[in-house]
C-alpha cells in the first residue's frame, strides 16, 4: 500500500508530531518549574537554560506551538464551520499567517541569544 | 460490542479536545502578551515566585496546567488507540498516560499554590528528604 500524501493527511501528521513535542516539553517544564522552591537552584537551572542550545531549541518550541496552535484553529473550522471543502486552501492562508507571527516572534529571540536579554525588544 | 481496554467511543473525548484547545488557545495569547510582551526580561526565581502570589495569576496557571495536562494526555491516548491493537496494552498504556497526568497535575498544582513540589529527575542529596 502507497500513501499519497497531501496537503490535509500533512496537516494532521504534523499536529501529531507537533502535539507529542508539547507533550514532552509539557512534562521538563512542569518539572523545571517545581525547582521553584529553591531560588538559587532555580535561577542555575535558568542560567543553564539560557545557553545558546536552548535558546535555539526554544525558536522550535515556538514553531511547534504555533503550528499545532495555528492547525487547531483549522481543524475547528473544518470541523465545526463547514470548512472541508476549502480545508487545503485554509491550510496555506494560515501557513503565510503562521510563518508572519514565527518571523516577528524569533527575531526578537535570536536576538536576546545574540546580544543577551539587556538587548531589548526590537521596535517595529 | 465494547472490547475491553477500548472504552467509549470517544466523542465526548473527540469534542472536548477542541474545547480545551479553543482553552489554550487563549491561555497561550495571554502567557505571551503578559509575559514575553508587556513583562518581556529575565526570567528568574523571584518574578516567577512574585507573579504566582496573586490569586489570579494563580487561578489562571492552575487552569493552563489542568486544560494542558487533560488535552496531552488525550492527545497521547487518541495516538495510542491508532498504534496499540492488543487490548491489555492498549489498557497499559492508557493507564500509564492517566498515573503520569495525575503525578504532573499533583506536582504542578504544589507549585502553584506555594507547597514544596517533588523534582521527578533530581537526585537527593544523602540524607536529604526527597520532598525537600
Known sequence: MRYRVKTGMAAWLLHRITGLGLVVYLILHINVISSLHDPAGFNKVMAFLGSPLFRFLEIGLLAFVLYHAINGIRVIWVDFFGGSAQQAKIFWVLAVVGLIIFILGAIPMIQHGVHGLDAGFIHW | ?132
Open chain 2, 1 to 132: 460490542m465494547r472490547q475491553p481496554g477500548i472504552g467509549s467511543g470517544g466523542a465526548f473525548d473527540w469534542f472536548f479536545q477542541r474545547i480545551t484547545g479553543v482553552v489554550l488557545f487563549a491561555a497561550l495569547v495571554l502567557h505571551f502578551l503578559f509575559l514575553h510582551y508587556l513583562n518581556a526580561g529575565q526570567v528568574d526565581a523571584q518574578g516567577v515566585w512574585d507573579r504566582l502570589q496573586h490569586p489570579f495569576w494563580k487561578t489562571v496557571d492552575l487552569l493552563f496546567l489542568a486544560t494542558a495536562i487533560y488535552h496531552g494526555a488525550q492527545g497521547v491516548i487518541m495516538n495510542i488507540r491508532d498504534y496499540f491493537h492488543k487490548p491489555f496494552w492498549r489498557l497499559v498504556a492508557v493507564s500509564a498516560v492517566w498515573v503520569i497526568g495525575l503525578g504532573l497535575l499533583l506536582a504542578g498544582a504544589m507549585t502553584i499554590i506555594n507547597l514544596r513540589a517533588p523534582n521527578f529527575f533530581r537526585i537527593p542529596a544523602p540524607g536529604e528528604h526527597p520532598l525537600n
